[in-house]
């Protein structure tokens, strides 16, 4: 059974970083592709960054580049999210997602999900 744990939000001031880890489990982590995706309220999810550790295959979204960097450690199975230079409209549920292949694919082609975790930034 795929399992996919998200940890590390929380509060924190514009500016600010946080770093969200996701615990996965009950798949070939090496081939898979493992997304964040965020989801403000009101608003559609929209993806955030994307690794696949076999190659490095990343993506992260024009709104996010330069301030978040996503990573692997497949001995740990884990994907981190280190998220810099944070800013009130990054605010939003944060979820990770797995797919078997690559990560250039939208939200609907990901068909395991964690339950996500808060990640608020006041200004």
């Known amino acids: 059974e795929v399992q996919l744990v998200e940890s590390g939000g929380g509060l924190v001031q514009a500016g600010g970083s946080l770093r969200l880890s996701c615990a996965a489990s009950g798949f070939t982590f090496d081939d898979y592709a493992i997304g964040w995706f965020r989801q403000a309220p009101g608003k559609e999810r929209e993806g955030v960054s994307c690794i696949r550790s076999s190659d490095q295959d990343t993506y992260s979204a024009h709104s996010v580049k330069g301030r978040f960097t996503i990573s692997s450690d497949s001995a740990k199975r884990t994907v981190y999210l280190q998220m810099n230079s944070l800013k009130p409209e990054d605010t939003a549920v944060y979820y990770c997602?797995?797919?078997?292949?690559?990560?250039?694919?939208?939200?609907?082609?990901?068909?395991?999900w964690g339950q996500g975790t808060q990640v608020t930034v006041s200004s």
């Open positions: 997602a797995a797919r078997l292949g690559s990560c250039h694919h939208g939200p609907s082609d990901f068909g395991s």
